[in-house]
């Protein structure tokens, strides 16, 4: 089927609200290492790479690399553990999936997670089937705002950028969509605000906002 529009959408944040498990993942390493982390602490930090997350929690160079990449293993594991226990759908994504996919669009996942709890997520979203193309962490050499994640993402669905939209619900997100030459959705779900997201195109409080119309629309405008 040839696609004349994509939809990429981040996971954490946009298809699942999974701000407290991961607040509570980094409780649990933290309390492990002898360590605390606050939500104040937390919600400063919220959307950058676990590297950059205990660099400014407990300081730079306090672990090697060999043992930042340990944290982060353990850290997603529990994190995968608190999110089958408690899968907070984001209210609206399964519909709104559906009635892009019903409309034609292109479906991808564009996201700095690793594989596994993207796997996680559409499984329990039992949304997999719509996605065309699902790029994450081990995808890409660059992180968002750098627009690979995205570029790839388009690429593998065969659209061109200048006819994709980015839902995103973080800073570097969106400048990564801005830097494709995609539209840009701000979704100020848990721990972010609209004023934050400002530089998208298009700032929503709830997924319910979205429709193939709105992002046609948006799609169709210059940039």
């Known amino acids: 089927m040839n696609h004349p529009f994509a939809a990429i959408f981040d996971m954490d944040g946009v298809l699942v609200d999974s701000y407290q498990a991961h607040f509570k993942s980094w409780q649990a390493v933290a ?18 790479t676990s590297r950059e997350m205990i660099a400014g929690w407990w300081g ?12 982060d293993d353990r850290k997603e594991g529990v994190f995968r553990e608190i999110l089958s226990a408690d899968f907070p759908a984001m209210p ?9 996919h019903r409309a034609g669009f292109a479906l991808g996942v564009g996201s700095s997670g690793p594989p596994e709890n993207i796997e996680l997520v559409l499984r329990r979203l039992q949304a997999g089937r ?3 193309a699902v790029v994450t962490g081990n995808d890409v050499t ?3 705002p750098d627009p690979q994640v995205f570029l ?4 593998r669905l065969a659209v061109s950028p200048g006819h994709s939209a980015v839902v995103e619900d973080a800073v570097p997100g969106v400048a ?4 494709a030459g995609m539209a840009s959705v701000g979704f100020a779900s848990t721990g972010h605000t609209r004023q934050e997201l400002a530089a998208a195109e298009l700032v929503i409080d709830s997924l319910s906002e979205l429709s193939p119309e709105v992002l046609r629309e948006l799609i169709s405008r210059p940039r």
Do not use: C, P
Not at 34 to 45: S, Y
Not at 92 to 100: F, I, M, R, Y
């Open 142 to 144: 660059r992180g968002k």
């Open 176 to 179: 990564a969509a801005r830097a």
């Open 31 to 48: 309390a492990e290492e002898g360590l605390t982390v606050g939500e104040a602490d937390f919600a400063a930090q919220f959307g950058r």
């Open 92 to 100: 609206g994504a399964v519909d709104l999936l559906e009635a892009l």
């Open 152 to 155: 790839t993402a388009a690429g």
């Open 130 to 132: 719509l996605f065309g």
């Open 60 to 71: 730079e160079g306090r672990y090697s690399e060999e043992e930042i990449a340990r944290l």
